[in-house]
């Protein structure tokens, strides 16, 4: 079964920059979209960026648009996603998640990894 590892979160000031990676090692993503998720303590998750199989199409929540840029390399089966001008309120665990196709709703995405932790503060 396809499994999704994360990668890259860490603490940063605010301003800062990250760059998180969603990776498989067993099966390829080519036919995956993919989409990055973050839950908050005390919050729902919510969607952040997603992405189709071949990376034609993208999309972004409002509250990271000209911030956020998400990205796929099929040839490495990783996507990634830049985090620029991070704020506080991205302070969340990152997931990434597969689905058959491109969507953002949580409910189409049906392989998700363990997530990774990112901190905003000063």
């Known amino acids: 079964q396809l499994q999704l590892v994360e990668s890259g979160g860490n603490k940063v000031q605010p301003g800062g920059s990250l760059t998180l990676s969603c990776r498989t090692s067993?099966?390829?993503?080519?036919?995956?979209?993919i989409g990055w998720f973050r839950q908050a303590p005390g919050k729902e998750r919510e969607g952040v960026s997603w992405i189709s199989h071949d990376g034609s199409t993208t999309d972004y929540i409002d509250s990271v648009k000209g911030r956020f840029i998400i990205s796929r390399d099929n040839s490495k089966n990783t996507v990634y996603v830049q985090m620029n001008s991070l704020k506080p309120e991205d302070t969340a665990v990152y997931y990434c998640?597969?689905?058959?196709?491109?969507?953002?709703?949580?409910?189409?995405?049906?392989?998700w990894g363990q997530g990774t932790q990112v901190t905003v503060s000063s």
């Open positions: 998640a597969a689905g058959p196709v491109f969507g953002v709703r949580a409910f189409e995405y049906v392989i």
């Open positions: 067993q099966y390829t993503l080519e036919y995956y979209a």
